[in-house]
C-alpha cells in the first residue's frame, strides 16, 4: 500500500482541523499504521482563531458528541471529574502530610490507598479505547496504564523497604501533576469550556514531568532489586510439578529494559499531540 502525504492548512482549525484531518502519529505504538508519511502546516499558536473558526470548533464539539453518543459523553465526564477530583485529594493529601511531618518518610503508606484505587480506576482507560469512546490508541494507553499499575501494585505495594525511598516520591509527584492536568483537560473539553492555560498545561508540563516520572520509577524499581533477590519473591524455582521457573528479579531487570524502546515512543507521540493541538500542525494521509 502506498501512501501520499499532504500539508493541509490550518485556517481555522486548530486542534479540531488536527484531528479531523486524520489519525494521529506514525509511530508504532499508535493508532496509525506504522511507517505512515506526515507532512505538518503550522498556522495559529494562541488558540485564538477568529470567529468563524470558533464557531467551526463548537460544531465540530458538537459533531463529536453525536457520534460517541450522549451516553459515551456522559460517562466520560463522570469518569474525567471523579479522576480530577481523586487526584487533587491526593495531591493535597501529599502536600499536608509534608507540610505536617517535614518528612517524606511515611509518605506513601499514608496515601497508599487513595493512590491505588484511582490508579487502578485508570485501567477504564484501556477500555476506553477498546470499545472506541476515546481515539487514543489501545497500545499507548495499554502501555502507559499497565506500567502504572505494574508500579503501583507488583513494586511498591509488595516492597514495603522501598515506599520510604525518595524515587517513590519523585513519581508520585510527576503521575499526580499530570493526571490533574490531564482529567481536567478532558473535563473541560467535554464541558466545551476549555480554559487556555488547562490546554497549555496538558501538552506542555509532561515535557519535564515525563522524565521524572520515568527516572523515579526506575529508580524505584533498582532499589527494589537486592530485596527480590535476597527473598526471591515471587519468583518460581524447579524442580516443580508443573515444570516452569519464573525470577522475579529478572523480570524486573528486563521490564527496566524495556523503557528503553517503550518511553520514547511514549513520549514522541504527546511531543506530536502537542504540535497538532497548540501549534494546529495538520496530519494528512492519503492511502494510494
Ligand atoms: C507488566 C509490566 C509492564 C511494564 C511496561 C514497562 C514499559 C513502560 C515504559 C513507559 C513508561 C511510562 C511511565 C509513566 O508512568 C510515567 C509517567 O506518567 S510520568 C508523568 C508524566 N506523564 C505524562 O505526561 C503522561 C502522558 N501520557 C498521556 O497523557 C496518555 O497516557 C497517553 C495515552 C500517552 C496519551 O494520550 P492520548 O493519545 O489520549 O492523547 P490526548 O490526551 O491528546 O487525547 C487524544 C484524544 O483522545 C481524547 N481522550 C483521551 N482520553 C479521554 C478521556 N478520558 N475523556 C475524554 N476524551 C479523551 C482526547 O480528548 C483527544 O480527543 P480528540 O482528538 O477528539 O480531541
Request: charged letters at 15%; one cysteine or more; hydrophobic letters at 45%.
Amino acid at each position: 500500500m502506498g501512501r501520499l502525504t499532504e500539508a493541509a492548512a490550518a485556517a481555522g482549525g486548530g486542534a479540531s482541523a488536527a484531528r479531523s484531518a486524520g489519525p494521529p502519529a506514525p509511530l508504532p505504538l499508535s493508532s496509525t499504521s506504522p511507517g505512515c508519511a506526515a507532512a505538518m502546516a503550522s498556522s495559529e499558536e494562541d488558540g485564538t482563531n477568529g470567529g468563524a473558526s470558533e464557531a467551526g470548533e463548537e460544531r465540530e464539539t458538537a459533531g463529536k458528541r453525536t457520534r460517541r453518543g450522549l451516553l459515551a459523553t456522559a460517562w466520560l465526564t463522570f469518569y474525567n471529574i471523579a479522576m480530577t477530583a481523586g487526584w487533587l485529594v491526593l495531591a493535597i493529601a501529599m502536600v499536608r502530610f509534608y507540610m505536617e511531618k517535614g518528612t517524606h518518610k511515611g509518605l506513601y503508606r499514608s496515601i497508599q490507598k487513595t493512590l491505588k484505587f484511582f490508579q487502578t480506576f485508570a485501567l477504564l482507560e484501556i477500555v476506553h479505547c477498546l470499545i472506541g469512546i476515546v481515539p487514543t490508541s489501545v497500545l499507548v494507553a495499554g502501555v502507559q496504564v499497565s506500567s502504572r499499575i505494574f508500579m503501583v501494585w507488583l513494586v511498591t505495594h509488595s516492597i514495603k523497604p522501598i515506599q520510604n525511598e525518595e524515587s517513590v516520591v519523585l513519581f508520585l509527584v510527576a503521575w499526580t501533576v499530570t493526571e490533574i492536568t490531564r482529567y481536567s483537560f478532558y473535563t473541560f473539553s467535554l464541558l466545551d469550556h476549555l480554559p487556555y492555560f488547562v490546554k497549555w498545561a496538558r501538552y506542555n508540563f509532561f515535557i519535564i514531568l515525563y522524565p521524572v516520572g520515568v527516572a523515579g520509577e526506575l529508580l524505584t524499581i533498582y532499589a527494589a532489586l537486592p530485596y527480590v533477590k535476597k527473598t526471591g519473591m515471587f519468583s518460581i524455582r524447579l524442580p516443580n510439578k508443573y515444570n516452569v521457573s519464573f525470577d522475579y528479579y529478572y523480570f524486573l531487570l528486563i521490564t527496566m529494559a524495556s523503557y528503553i524502546p517503550l518511553f520514547p515512543q511514549l513520549y514522541f507521540h504527546m511531543l506530536r499531540q502537542r504540535r497538532k493541538v497548540l501549534h494546529g500542525e495538520v496530519i494528512v494521509e492519503k492511502d494510494d
